[in-house]
């Protein structure tokens, strides 16, 4: 039985380069070397260096301990932090919701 492999869109990818490139940069910013980044990660520098090239396959654990070597780990709180779709359908539901009490206390 053959491993499932995921499909990754073309945007994703993208946003997974800049995110290797963005983190390549800030290791670069702090003079650490791949082996000191790998070591203190916990990974292999072949890893880290999947990571810094954007890799879909690489685990987010792997990115998670990558940022916490470089002192960066709270920006994984960023991920999903503006969630400005959800929040316009959790609006409208609960405009909707309200509509609907509303109109059942107007018939009664």
């Given at each position: 039985?053959?491993?499932?492999?995921?499909?990754?869109?073309?945007?994703?990818?993208n946003?997974l380069?800049?995110?290797?490139?963005?983190?390549?940069?800030?290791?670069?910013?702090?003079?650490?070397s791949?082996?000191?980044?790998?070591e203190?990660?916990?990974?292999?520098?072949?890893?880290l260096?999947?990571?810094?090239?954007?890799?879909?396959?690489?685990?987010?654990?792997s990115?998670?301990?990558?940022?916490?070597?470089?002192?960066?780990?709270k920006?994984?709180?960023?991920v999903?932090?503006?969630?400005?779709?959800?929040?316009t359908?959790?609006?409208?539901?609960?405009?909707s919701?309200?509509?609907?009490?509303?109109?059942?206390?107007?018939?009664?």
């Amino acid at each position: 039985m053959g491993r499932k492999q995921t499909v990754i869109l073309p945007s994703v990818v993208n946003i997974l380069n800049q995110m290797g490139k963005q983190i390549k940069l800030a290791r670069l910013r702090r003079h650490l070397s791949t082996e000191l980044v790998a070591e203190r990660a916990g990974i292999s520098r072949a890893t880290l260096w999947q990571v810094e090239n954007g890799s879909p396959s690489v685990a987010i654990g792997s990115y998670a301990a990558i940022l916490t070597a470089l002192g960066l780990q709270k920006d994984l709180l960023l991920v999903a932090k503006d969630d400005v779709l959800g929040r316009t359908y959790q609006d409208l539901n609960l405009l909707s919701a309200s509509n609907n009490r509303k109109a059942k206390a107007a018939e009664t």
